[in-house]
């Protein structure tokens, strides 16, 4: 009876063990899901870490005059947008959140349909100077700026090492900018959105599907006679090199080429009106436009309800469109006849 009291004993302690042993290792199944899950910016796709998801997002005016270029730190920013100006020429808006550039230039000034897209995901607009319109635009949108001409020499400052004439020699940095942003109370209560989707798997099943298979090996754009952004595919990166009037566009701080992983097109007519002149560009309403990612291009639609709507670009199956993870360019330009598609489509070379 001892030995099987003893036996018995043993038995209970046993499973009293592994019960234990289970309830442990269930836990740090628990704890292993937890602390692997992954968070993922939507404004590039990248992973990023979960306190960074609402980090401010500054959307800085770059200057695209050839007086201008390399622009420092562009190849920085997640995402750039292309915009024709007065002049024959075109500005960028560089959206950065994540990356903290120590040299960003050069810094131009505020057009309304760029104070709109900074609205879009409620950033910190960024310039130096800008027109009545510009200026009366902030206001309406109710946008929180930093302006060059209000602080020169704090927070911005004319750059001698580049060698560039005013107006083209405007920088600042992001630290200069985050800490004027804290000054001013714009750090508070961010809460970012959802802006784009992306295709985190390695396979890019989803995005390949979305694309089909009508190549697009090259993309030029010509806003203007005398001005042209081409986008030319490099199969081994898997991304497009970003070409202006025949040469690559660098970043001026590390001298690299900037590429591109997705290239949004939006139609929208422009023209040069009011007293002054400016340019005013149709970007509220709905469109047409294209997508062009990991080397094909299709068809989408764009939509903008008001001023204080996010532009959402669709299939034309009416899915919000998928995106490869890294930079796109949002490219807005008048109509389809501004773009030339290499290699050809079968209709385009059926005319």
Known sequence: MKKLKIIFTILIISLLCACSSSNNQATNQEKKVVEEKVFYSSLDG?????????????????????????????????IIYEYKVEGEFTRFLGLFQRNEASVIGPIRSARPYFVNTAKEYDAIYVHWG????????????????IDGIAYEGSTFYRNKEVNKKRPHDG???????FDRAKELSYLDGIKNGEYFKFDTNKDLADLKKQMQDTPCDDLKINFFPSYNTDFVYDKEK???????????????????????SNIIVQFANSKVAGPNGTLKIDNIGQGSGKLISDGKIIDIKWEK??????????????????????????????AEEDLEILPLSPDQKEE
């Open 46 to 78: 990248k992973e990023v870490k979960e306190e960074d998801l609402d980090r401010p997002i500054f959307a800085i005016m770059f200057d695209n005059h050839p007086d201008a270029r390399p622009q420092s730190s562009i190849e920085d920013a997640e």
């Open 305 to 334: 309800a008001d001023e204080n709507s996010k532009t959402k670009f669709y299939t034309l199956d009416d899915k919000e469109i998928i995106l490869k993870p890294g930079k796109t360019f949002i490219e807005t330009t008048d």
């Open 238 to 260: 898997g991304m497009y090199l970003v070409v202006v009037n025949g040469e690559n566009l660098i970043d001026e701080a590390s001298n690299n080429d900037i590429f591109a």
């Open 130 to 145: 800008g027109s009545e319109a510009g200026y009366d635009q902030i206001k309406v949108d109710g946008v929180n700026d």
């Open 171 to 177: 920088y600042s940095s992001y630290d200069l900018l």
